[in-house]
């Protein structure tokens, strides 16, 4: 299994991003997606999930009307649209594939894209 995230780097508040997310080594489809976050001194973050098919979306309080989440199956891509970026989302963002055992339970993440919001 292999997660490799992309589209990171630093905006001003205010802005946007698109993390991508590249899936191998596993039948995508197949399995609900997950970004979680984690900032310097905290701990992992859950940001927001997806279903397989996509048609369901969660995302936690904080990001709900500013974050967009959607997958390719076709591509094996997991997306993140971020808009009306703050400097409270600073944090290094990972892609992780739900285990389908428990809720908030993942059981491969990738390395993780730096996302910087700063004037």
């Known amino acids: 299994v292999q997660l490799v995230e992309s589209g990171g780097g630093m905006v001003q508040p205010g802005g946007s991003l698109r993390l991508s997310c590249a899936a191998s080594?596993?039948?995508?489809?197949?399995?609900?997606m997950s970004w979680v976050r984690q900032a310097p001194g905290r701990g992992p973050e859950w940001v927001s999930s997806i279903n397989t098919g996509g048609s369901s979306t969660y995302y936690t309080d904080s990001v709900k009307g500013r974050f967009t989440i959607a997958r390719d199956n076709a591509k094996n891509t997991l997306y993140l649209q971020m808009d009306n970026l703050k400097p409270e989302d600073t944090a290094l963002y990972h892609c992780a594939r739900d285990s389908g055992k428990a809720t908030y339970d993942w059981d491969y993440w990738g390395q993780g894209t730096q996302v910087t919001v700063s004037s």
């Open positions: 080594g596993f039948i995508f489809s197949s399995y609900d």
